[in-house]
């Protein structure tokens, strides 16, 4: 087997925010501390030694960044202040670049010029649509009440997101499944489809609670995973609503899931109940995302725990367009309520302008890739034990060496 | 003329770098005062089994050096003493020393009648507290100067008395007092040596917590003759033979959160104590759980030689947690083989943890001047014109080079009282 030593690789991790992992000098104690760390995945050392040695190739192939939750127990235990928490969060950034097949997550990550010029272009390119179609539409704005639909019809925002999330999806999906192919290797042909298939509510429940991350025992884990799930399912329930149920489901009749509604079509109401379900989950997002993304922005100003004490460029990227989507989400909702038409149409642009770079740029590209990286690992390395379990059983007691074997 | 009251030369410490600092001196025809905080000399020396590399008993060395003592009546030895401050400069140095109270004086002949009088015991700091003395106690079979210490909670108490009468010697004052003592001298050699790092600190390797995890000191006392199994290295929650044993090397050595240097004599001490082991327990499996194994020049034989052993297992990697089992209070040790990537756990009967060494000057306190470095050493050999550091207080070192060390500052200290 080939095993190419990458000599500029902590050079080139240093742009994804590598600092210390130079410093490690092989103890293991991080591995062992560590209350995710497993025999058939011990990490992070073995990430860190990977680092150090330049096997870029072995890093591609690693689930164990994804096995991860960075309680960061291994930082503050490490003996040489080697921070191998870090290491495993800067590779996951690196996993995510590489996993991208267009080199767009690469940039975004190793250039914070690039970042803020992408995320500005798009920002003021969405913003400038948004103005061209009111100014194509202007005839039929309502400047009385405030009424989103007169300037942009519900069933065309509809349209552009289901179109956009076609793309996104696209994105994603070729990420992911180069991330399958990779994490798997060999197994990847030999494991058949049925015990993918039996593993989907794995899957689902590891996606939906983020189970693992509670198995950290750390002190301030429990507040941390909180305040992930928080973030996570905010904007997971926003993301239903504004792009699949932002119109209802009119074509499979579903009406009364309709998130933007407005003036005209609502019989001259300025707006629905703020008790009516669809509503109380709008809610249940904004203060979801809030205490999230605010917790998070805190800890990282005050550098509280390990995991706070490093922030990359695009971790502030991402924390600021999600409180500032939270926002401006609010705000249209209070533009609604108030009857303010004009101030509701600016923030309505605004939101759209800070929104839509979040959405087309983290998802595929970043940050909210790890959504979908972290639970389908999970479910991977469990598929991947069973097939082991059952069709190689000798090697599984490779995978899970007796002491005295490994001595 | 030379002044011979400033030409005398004042030894803090009686370990074994105060001691050979003192005796050299003074068979060099210095006067000297040794200062010693203890109630008796020869400092951690005196509370080892054997020494690295020949196995053999440090009494033998210690008991040399104390009849050198008693042969030199230049020697004043001042135990259960502490420097409350040093002040001047080379040649005129004034130093105040603080005696505490023995409540024994020199008319004491060792009979024992005392301790078998007393009912209070107190922890045994000989041995680490690992069992109980008599409050009025010989504080180890070598003990020199050779007398009973009667421990303050004794003395003050209502059986004071009691003990006093069983004396009928006339040994045990019990109103005897704290003393202040004020010296000019023309140097001083600081040697105040280290002390064991503080294992609770381990929050994660059950020191304190689980009966079965030792420190290296302590299992020096528990295979020394006169420690409290009487030499037999027993588990202590259930004095069991232990079957497996695990040293755990760099326990808070090597460590930016403990001590971040290399103490040199751990794994040494833990190779030797492998030793003590095989030898009582031809069969006992011998973990030796280690980041790098620093065995120095010629101390290499003595790794390699271990090495051999079929029952040692040199394994590499740091031990990052001891659980206990709560039926059995067996230990279970998760650590990482480094060597092959492998995680493991380990169940072992008892495990030592190889505690570097803590220098004193960087807990207790000291003249302002002495500048410490980084890890609290004070690492000049001549911190400044006639006051020198030695020993373990200027970095961490074994025996013989302790003796070496004490030796050039003897030497040092000499000069820079003949040269004025």
Sequence with gaps: MSNRVDPNLIRELEEYGLKDAAKCYNCGNCTAICDLSTPENPFPRKMVRYVQLGQKEKILKSPEPWLCYYCGDCSIRCPR??????????????LTSLYDWTGFSKRFYTSEKFETMAVAALGLLVGLGMIFWAIANHALIDWKHADVSSVWSTEGIEKADLVMAGILSFFLLTNLFRCVKLVLGDYFKKIPLKMYYEEIKYLLVQFATQKQFDGCKTKGNRQRWIAH?????????????????????????????????????MGHVNEISIFNPIRLLGYYSFFALMYGTSYVIWSRLKKTQPQFKNTHSTDWMFLILLQATAITGILINLGHIFDLAFFTYAIYVLHMMVAIPMLVLEVPFAKWAHLAYRPVVLMLMKVKARYVAEYEPAKGAVLAPEVEAAV | ?????????????????????????????????????????????????????????PYCGLEINFRRIKNNSRIHVLTMAEVESVSGQKGAWDARIKIEPRYVNEKCTTCGKCAEVCTMEIDNPFNYGMDKIKAAYLPHEMAFPFRYVVDPALAKSSQGQSVKEACQYGAIELDMQPKTLELKVGAVVWATGWSPYDAKRLDTLGFGAYPNVLTNVMMERLAAGNGPTNGKILRPSDAQAPKTIAFVQCAGSR????????????????????????????????????????AMDRLETFYAD???????????????????????????????NTATG???????????????????????????????????????????PGFFAAGCTRTPINVSESVQDGTAAALKAIQSVVRR
């Design chain 1, 81 to 94: 202040e080697a921070d191998p928490g870090e290491t495993m969060m800067v590779l996951r950034r690196y």
């Design chain 1, 229 to 265: 799930l928080a973030i996570m399912t905010g904007y997971a329930t926003v993301f239903l609503l504004v792009v699949i149920f932002v119109n209802g489901l009119p074509f499979m009749g579903i009406n009364a899931l309709k998130f933007q509604r407005g003036w005209a079509s």
């Design chain 2, 1 to 57: 003329m030379v002044d011979v009251e400033t030409q005398s030369i004042l030894v803090v410490g009686g370990g074994m770098t105060g001691l050979t600092a003192a005796i050299e001196a003074a068979e060099a025809g210095r006067e000297v005062y040794l200062v010693e905080k203890n109630p008796y000399l020869g400092g951690r020396v005196a509370q080892l089994h054997q020494y690295f590399p020949k196995l053999c008993p």
């Design chain 2, 255 to 294: 460590d930016e959160n403990h001590l971040p240097f290399c103490s040199s004599i751990c794994c040494m001490a833990s190779m030797k104590q492998a030793t003590y082991v095989r030898a009582q327990y031809p069969d006992a499996k011998i973990y030796i759980f280690f980041i790098d194994i620093r």
């Design chain 2, 306 to 336: 271990l090495k051999k052993d079929q029952n040692v297992t040199f394994f590499k990697g740091k031990v990052a947690k001891i659980e206990q089992d709560a039926a059995t209070q067996n230990l279970v040790l998760r650590v990482e």
């Design chain 2, 342 to 384: 492998s995680l493991n756990t380990i169940n072992v009967d008892m495990a030592v943890l190889a505690t570097g060494m803590q220098p004193n000057s960087s807990i207790s306190h000291q003249p302002a001047f002495a500048s410490r470095d980084d890890y609290g050493f004070i690492a000049a050999q001549e911190v400044t």
